[in-house]
């Protein structure tokens, strides 16, 4: 792996430009800026905006790669004019979005009609601080990154009802009701397909899980738990076939209806940051992360960021599946999704870390054709 | 009793049967279309272009379009002048009153040639105008593209569709059947004063005025005052325009089976 | 809380308000109101010369044109007294029942699409351009077609269409089982779908609830074969039935009507390519063959005594049984028509089978419906 790391990057881009900077100013002036304590500054702000650029532009080219997916799915091309094959296209739209008047209801409530939007954003901006991407390529090295993460992802269901209730609209009021019950409801067995995972790992560090996996992924042996978290996910990131809050046919746009221009773009895009968070965690939960298994000749890995390249190949392919069944599947209804949800969902969970704690104790992860790593 | 998938099975048996259906289904979709989907990217490919035609190709065997699609297309119209006879037919035929005859140059100036002048944002492309034209010359063509930013844009003056015209873009062959025996030009001689307005107005020429014999006065009875002359209606010539019937001063003319 | 769904909605497929009073996400009342998509067709009607008024019917039913074609044809020709050659009623049966698959396809397009199944929608809309494409061929639209005259048809087929059609025939059939995966084949389709909305065959009758719903009650009724018009009764299919009332239920007689659709099809094809003849009756008076009048001196032409007369007819319409009433007073024009909307009365019925369903029960059943409001308004 190579030892260039985010932060090393921003830290040596800050120092670069601090350079440039002062060689500007005269000495005292030059002195500080050049002093560590502003080029650590400058180096987290940097952290920060490639942090952002690098989630909002994947954000973008998930939306142009499932606009692609889903076009073949239904025998079309998906976009194809702006940019080669329709690339830019995306970019179009934000731009076309973010120039519009945001129109706001007379009877709306401001204060929770603007909040919302820009909570809900920021909050799925947060989680990438938080997840690494590769080797040395995350915001920190916290040892409850998963919980973090998951914490932070579950503040999503509050500001949808704020934006839904202070709409005052009827279909954002119920698209609303219908989210955060959906949300809640599948908080829970998403956790505890975690935990799952958890058992086996030994960690809640998403680095430390990765590297648990460097022998063998955990999508085999805990596949119950796999499938319990890539559904849960599905309601969490409101895609079909869970998609009831903004279900088109009967709400409209569910909590969103009132929305648009830019803040309609936010809650598009917090959507498919959303997706993108989603897919992350499926990979570096069950699907080794940006590791590859040992068959795989280490020559073919030795390219420079390889180990980024790898995560986002894996994380476009996870998210390629959700497309695939938001083309095939029709959309559930609020009773029997929050049936499943209970029901099925928790017992399955359940099941899942009693299996997991099963192949921990009983050590039978080898059956699986893998070598456990020192830790397990 | 439909489809063999639902006589005997009930949802639930096999979820994971139940929900896999569907997905190879669109998966199976999904393979056929990665390097052949079945739409093409219009304005830059189109579909009465036969290479981009066999290239959607949605059925197996021959593409979309075989036989005579396009060719038997109602689009916008073409209009040869030098054929029009005035007849006013189309304007008269036309539903959507969206056909207005106007002047234009090249006839003699008591009697200007007019030709029809359509406005696109009335017209429903019925084809009823071009089914009435009796000569031929207003017909349909296959351009389906009619889009401008002014409704003024959208009359279309006799001048520019002979312009489309001189494209020599496919014709609408489709032309409606003639009925066999006609309804005629018939007259009621007694109304008739002569005038001569039926056959200067006819577009074909097929009326002519023929002399009739001045009747003898009869006692007590005063011979009425007119020219002497009666229109004769050929009616191999007559495309049944009823130019006539509306130009006749004493509503005189009437159609009708003739003995 | 009363929520109005529409005139603007996703659900609706057309212009028309559902009025829906909801106790959480149940549905307790609902109040259909129509009437925003009236263009006055049947008043615009009495002003046109019977052929021209072929051209608002394709307006009527904007997925069924040709069915409403017919329709007011079979009533028109009745009131005139006109009977068209056996060819043209061969060439009207062809255009009905690709009508009829056409129509269908585009209600199980809108209707999956209702539920979120997504790419159902596009398939069912390719599927549907084959038809539009032989419709093209022969009548010269791919919508609007204006193909059918008082006493015939416009136009015979292009050469070739025949074989064509059987190859879009034989696609088809492939496709109705690819439909069948989707839907049928998908847990979560049967289970929004089974035991919804149903309306049983007793309330189907009281309501005048017609088509697809009343078969899909077990009732077999179907114009087709219970008052023959044109040619069917030389032609060999069977009425799809199916039990349950359900949503799934009209799933399935739609469905197998659509087969039974290709059936038919293949008769009237073999038929057509052995009977070359005329397709516009002969004797048809001038001014029924190119209609016309000089504008402003219509009163000229009334100088003749047409025949007067009343004409009726009712045709198993892709929604229902429709049915149409001109008047003829001898003059140009119809002294007045009439028309029955089949999706008037099946939507009209709502109550009866909207309520104690959930809001999100709403589009599948509305979509079972088969809304089209062109002809609901007229």
Same mark, same amino acid.
């Given at each position: 792996?190579?030892?260039?790391?985010?932060?090393?990057?921003?830290?040596?881009?800050?120092?670069?430009?601090?350079?440039?900077?002062?060689?500007?100013?005269?000495?005292?002036?030059?002195?500080?800026?050049?002093?560590?304590?502003?080029?650590?500054?400058?180096?987290?702000?940097?952290?920060?905006?490639?942090?952002l650029?690098?989630?909002?532009?994947?954000?973008?080219?998930?939306?142009?790669?499932?606009?692609?997916?889903?076009?073949?799915?239904?025998?079309r091309?998906?976009?194809?004019?702006?940019?080669?094959?329709?690339?830019?296209?995306?970019?179009?739209?934000?731009?076309?979005?973010?120039?519009?008047?945001?129109?706001?209801?007379?009877?709306?409530?401001s204060a929770?009609?603007y909040?919302?939007?820009?909570?809900?954003?920021?909050?799925?901006?947060?989680?990438?601080?938080?997840?690494?991407?590769?080797?040395?390529?995350?915001?920190?090295?916290?040892?409850?990154?998963?919980?973090?993460?998951l914490?932070?992802?579950?503040?999503?269901?509050?500001?949808?009802?704020?934006?839904?209730?202070?709409?005052n609209?009827?279909?954002?009021?119920?698209?609303?009701?219908?989210?955060?019950a959906?949300?809640?409801?599948?908080?829970?067995?998403?956790?505890?397909?975690?935990?799952?995972?958890?058992?086996?790992?030994?960690s809640?560090?998403?680095?430390?899980?990765?590297?648990?996996?460097?022998?063998?992924?955990?999508?085999?042996?805990? =596949?119950?738990?796999?499938?319990?978290?890539?559904?849960?996910?599905?309601?969490?990131?409101?895609?079909?076939?869970?998609?009831?809050?903004?279900?088109?046919a009967?709400?409209?746009?569910?909590?969103?209806?009132?929305?648009?221009?830019?803040?309609f773009?936010f809650?598009?895009?917090?959507?498919?940051?959303?997706g993108?968070?989603?897919?992350?965690?499926?990979?570096?939960?069950?699907?080794?992360?940006?590791?590859?298994?040992?068959?795989?000749?280490?020559?073919?890995?030795?390219f420079?960021?390889?180990?980024?390249?790898?995560?986002?190949?894996?994380?476009?392919?996870?998210?390629?599946?959700?497309?695939?069944?938001?083309?095939?599947?029709?959309?559930?209804?609020?009773d029997?999704?929050?049936? =499943?949800?209970?029901?099925?969902?928790?017992?399955?969970?359940?099941?899942?870390?009693?299996l997991?704690?099963?192949?921990v104790?009983?050590?039978?992860?080898?059956l699986?054709?893998?070598?456990?790593?020192?830790?397990? | 009793?439909?489809?063999?998938i639902?006589a005997?099975?009930?949802?639930?048996?096999?979820?994971?049967?139940?929900?896999?259906?569907?997905?190879?289904?669109a998966?199976r979709?999904f393979?056929?279309?990665?390097?052949?989907?079945?739409?093409?990217?219009y304005?830059?490919?189109?579909?009465?272009?036969?290479?981009?035609r066999? !290239?959607?190709a949605?059925?197996?065997?021959?593409?979309?379009?075989?036989?005579q699609?396009?060719?038997?297309?109602?689009?916008?119209?073409?209009?040869?002048?030098?054929?029009?006879?005035?007849?006013?037919?189309?304007?008269?035929?036309?539903?959507?009153?969206?056909?207005?005859?106007?002047?234009?140059?090249?006839?003699?100036?008591?009697?200007?040639?007019?030709?029809?002048?359509?406005?696109?944002?009335?017209?429903?492309y019925?084809?009823?105008?071009?089914?009435?034209?009796?000569?031929?010359?207003?017909?349909?063509?296959?351009?389906?593209?009619?889009?401008t930013?002014?409704?003024?844009?959208?009359?279309?003056?006799?001048?520019?569709?002979?312009?489309?015209?001189?494209?020599?873009?496919?014709?609408?062959p489709?032309?409606l059947?003639?009925?066999?025996?006609?309804?005629?030009?018939?007259?009621?001689?007694?109304?008739?004063?002569?005038?001569?307005?039926?056959?200067?107005?006819?577009?074909?020429?097929?009326?002519?005025?023929?002399?009739?014999?001045?009747?003898?006065?009869?006692?007590?009875? !005063?011979?009425?005052?007119r020219?002497?002359?009666?229109p004769?209606?050929?009616?191999?010539?007559?495309v049944?325009?009823?130019?006539?019937?509306?130009?006749?001063?004493?509503?005189?003319?009437?159609?009708?089976?003739?003995? | 809380?009363?929520?109005?769904?529409?005139?603007?909605?996703?659900?609706?497929?057309?212009?028309?308000n559902?009025?829906?009073?909801?106790?959480?996400?149940?549905?307790?009342?609902?109040?259909?109101?129509?009437?925003?998509?009236?263009?006055? +067709?049947?008043?615009?009607?009495?002003?046109?010369?019977?052929?021209?008024?072929?051209?608002?019917?394709?307006r009527?039913?904007?997925?069924?044109?040709?069915?409403?074609?017919h329709?007011?044809?079979?009533?028109?020709?009745?009131?005139?007294?006109?009977?068209?050659?056996?060819?043209?009623e061969?060439?009207?049966?062809?255009?009905?029942?690709?009508?009829? +698959?056409?129509?269908?396809?585009?209600?199980?397009?809108?209707?999956?699409?209702?539920?979120?199944?997504?790419?159902?929608?596009?398939?069912?809309?390719?599927?549907?351009?084959?038809?539009?494409?032989?419709?093209?061929s022969?009548?010269?639209?791919?919508?609007?077609?204006?193909?059918?005259?008082?006493?015939?048809?416009?136009s015979?087929?292009?050469?070739?269409?025949?074989a064509?059609a059987?190859?879009?025939?034989?696609?088809?059939?492939a496709?109705?089982?690819?439909?069948?995966?989707?839907?049928?084949?998908?847990?979560?389709?049967?289970?929004?779908?089974d035991?919804?909305?149903?309306?049983?065959?007793?309330?189907?009758?009281?309501h005048?609830?017609?088509?697809?719903m009343?078969?899909?009650?077990?009732?077999?009724?179907?114009?087709?074969?219970?008052?023959?018009?044109?040619?069917?009764?030389?032609l060999?299919?069977?009425?799809?039935?199916?039990?349950?009332?359900?949503?799934?239920?009209?799933?399935?007689?739609?469905?197998?009507?659509?087969?039974?659709s290709?059936?038919?099809?293949?008769?009237?094809?073999d038929?057509?390519?052995?009977?070359?003849?005329?397709?516009?009756?002969?004797?048809l008076?001038?001014?029924?063959?190119?209609?016309?009048?000089p504008?402003g001196?219509?009163?000229?032409?009334?100088?003749?005594?047409?025949?007067?007369?009343?004409?009726?007819?009712?045709?198993e319409?892709?929604?229902?049984?429709?049915?149409?009433?001109?008047?003829?007073?001898?003059?140009?024009?119809?002294?007045?028509?009439?028309?029955?909307?089949?999706?008037?009365?099946?939507?009209?019925?709502?109550?009866?089978?909207?309520?104690?369903?959930?809001?999100?029960?709403?589009?599948?059943?509305?979509?079972?419906?088969?809304?089209?409001?062109?002809?609901?308004?007229?």
């Open positions: 792996m190579s030892t260039v790391t985010l932060f090393s990057v921003s830290y040596d881009l800050s120092t670069v430009i601090a350079r440039g900077v002062a060689s500007v100013f005269p000495q005292p002036i030059h002195g500080w800026i050049l002093s560590s304590d502003v080029v650590l500054g400058f180096a987290i702000l940097f952290f920060a905006i490639i942090l650029a690098a989630s909002m532009i994947n954000t973008i080219m998930l939306i142009w790669w499932e606009r692609k997916l889903l076009g073949r799915f239904m025998d091309r998906g976009a194809m004019h702006v940019g080669y094959a329709g690339l830019l296209q995306n970019f179009a739209d934000g731009f076309k979005l973010f120039r519009k008047f945001t129109v706001r209801p007379r009877e709306a409530d929770g009609f909040f919302g939007p820009t909570a809900y954003m920021a909050t799925s901006l947060i989680i990438f601080g938080v997840l690494p991407i590769s080797t040395g390529w995350n915001g920190g090295t916290l040892p409850l990154t998963l919980l973090l993460a914490v932070i992802f579950s503040f999503a269901p509050l500001f949808i009802f704020v934006s839904a209730w202070s709409s609209n009827k279909y954002s009021l119920m698209g609303g009701m219908r989210s955060a959906q949300m809640i409801a599948y908080e829970v067995p998403i956790l505890l397909a975690v935990v799952a995972v958890v058992i086996v790992a030994g809640f560090d998403l680095t430390t899980i990765v590297y648990e996996q460097q022998n063998y992924w955990f999508w085999g042996p805990l =596949v119950v738990a796999l499938i319990v978290f890539v559904a849960g996910m599905l309601a969490e990131m409101e895609r079909i076939p869970f998609d009831l809050p903004e279900a088109e009967e709400l409209v746009e569910g909590w969103n209806t009132e929305y648009g221009g830019m803040l773009a809650f598009m895009l917090a959507d498919y940051l959303r993108l968070v989603g897919s992350f965690l499926v990979v570096l939960l069950f699907l080794g992360g940006w590791t590859l298994p040992t068959w795989v000749p280490s020559s073919l890995t030795s420079p960021l390889a180990g980024i390249v790898i995560f986002m190949v894996k994380t476009y392919l996870v998210f390629g599946l959700f497309v695939w069944v938001r083309a095939s599947l029709p959309r559930v209804r609020t029997q999704l929050l049936r =499943v949800g209970w029901n099925r969902m928790i017992p399955l969970s359940l099941l899942a870390i009693f997991a704690a099963v192949l104790t009983v050590k039978c992860l080898p699986f054709g893998c070598v456990p790593s020192p830790g397990v | 009793m439909a489809s063999e639902t005997k099975e009930k949802p639930g048996e096999n979820p994971i049967l139940w929900v896999a259906r569907p997905m190879a289904t998966a979709q393979g056929k279309s990665l390097f052949r989907p079945s739409t093409i990217i304005p830059y490919e189109r579909l009465e272009d036969p290479k981009f066999e !290239k959607v949605v059925a197996p065997g021959k593409p979309i379009g075989v036989g699609v396009w060719d038997n297309y109602r689009g916008v119209h073409a209009l040869n002048i030098s054929t029009c006879i005035s007849c006013n037919l189309c304007a008269f035929s036309c539903p959507d009153l969206c056909i207005e005859m106007v002047t234009v140059p090249g006839g003699d100036p008591k009697h200007p040639k007019k030709c029809p002048q359509i406005d696109y944002g009335k017209c429903s019925c084809g009823f105008c071009s089914d009435a034209c009796p000569e031929g010359c207003l017909t349909m063509t296959t351009r389906y593209e009619n889009s930013s002014k409704r003024s844009e959208m009359v279309f003056s006799p001048q520019r569709m002979l312009e489309i015209y001189q494209h020599k873009l496919p014709m609408n489709i032309r059947a003639r009925p066999a025996n006609e309804d005629s030009i018939l007259l009621e001689p007694p109304l008739c004063i002569g005038c001569n307005a039926c056959a200067r107005d006819c577009p074909t020429q097929c009326i002519t005025m023929l002399d009739i014999p001045k009747p003898e006065a009869k006692p007590g009875e !005063k011979v009425p005052k020219i002497w002359k009666e004769v209606v050929n009616d191999s010539d007559c049944r325009c009823g130019t006539c019937i509306s130009v006749c001063p004493k509503e005189c003319l009437f159609w009708g089976t003739r003995k | 809380m009363w929520i109005n769904m529409g005139p603007q909605h996703p659900m609706t497929h057309g212009l028309w559902l009025r829906v009073k909801i106790d959480g996400e149940t549905v307790i009342d609902v109040d259909p109101e129509m009437g925003f998509l009236h263009r006055g +067709i049947e008043k615009i009607s009495e002003d046109r010369h019977y052929n021209e008024v072929i051209t608002l019917m394709d009527c039913c904007y997925v069924a044109g040709l069915a409403w074609e329709l007011y044809i079979l009533s028109a020709e009745d009131a005139l007294h006109v009977k068209p050659p056996q060819r043209a061969y060439l009207r049966v062809l255009c009905d029942e690709f009508q009829r +698959i056409g129509s269908h396809i585009m209600w199980y397009a809108a209707f999956v699409q209702d539920i979120g199944l997504m790419s159902p929608f596009l398939y069912g809309m390719r599927d549907r351009d084959l038809i539009l494409d032989l419709f093209q022969y009548t010269g639209a791919r919508l609007t077609y204006e193909y059918l005259r008082v006493g015939g048809v416009r015979d087929l292009p050469p070739g269409f025949t064509r059987r190859e879009v025939l034989d696609w088809l059939d496709r109705f089982g690819e439909y069948d995966q989707l839907c049928l084949g998908s847990d979560i389709f049967r289970k929004r779908c035991n919804l909305g149903i309306l049983k065959a007793s309330d189907c009758v009281a005048g609830v017609t088509g697809p009343l078969r899909s009650a077990g009732m077999k009724r179907d114009l087709r074969k219970d008052r023959p018009y044109s040619v069917y009764r030389q060999d299919f069977d009425v799809a039935v199916a039990e349950g009332a359900d949503v799934t239920a009209r799933y399935l007689v739609r469905m197998e009507e659509m087969r039974q290709v059936r038919i099809l293949r008769q009237v094809l038929w057509l390519d052995q009977n070359p003849g005329p397709v516009l009756a002969e004797n008076p001038r001014w029924l063959g190119a209609p016309y009048a504008i001196r219509e009163g000229y032409l009334l100088k003749r005594n047409y025949p007067k007369g009343v004409g009726f007819s009712s045709v319409e892709p929604h229902g049984e429709a049915q149409a009433y001109v008047v003829n007073e001898g003059g140009e024009h119809p002294y007045r028509v009439k028309f029955r909307s089949p999706v008037f009365a099946n939507i009209s019925a709502a109550r009866q089978y909207l309520v104690g369903y959930h809001v999100a029960d709403i589009p599948p059943i509305m979509g079972s419906v088969d809304v089209c409001v062109g002809e609901v308004d007229r």
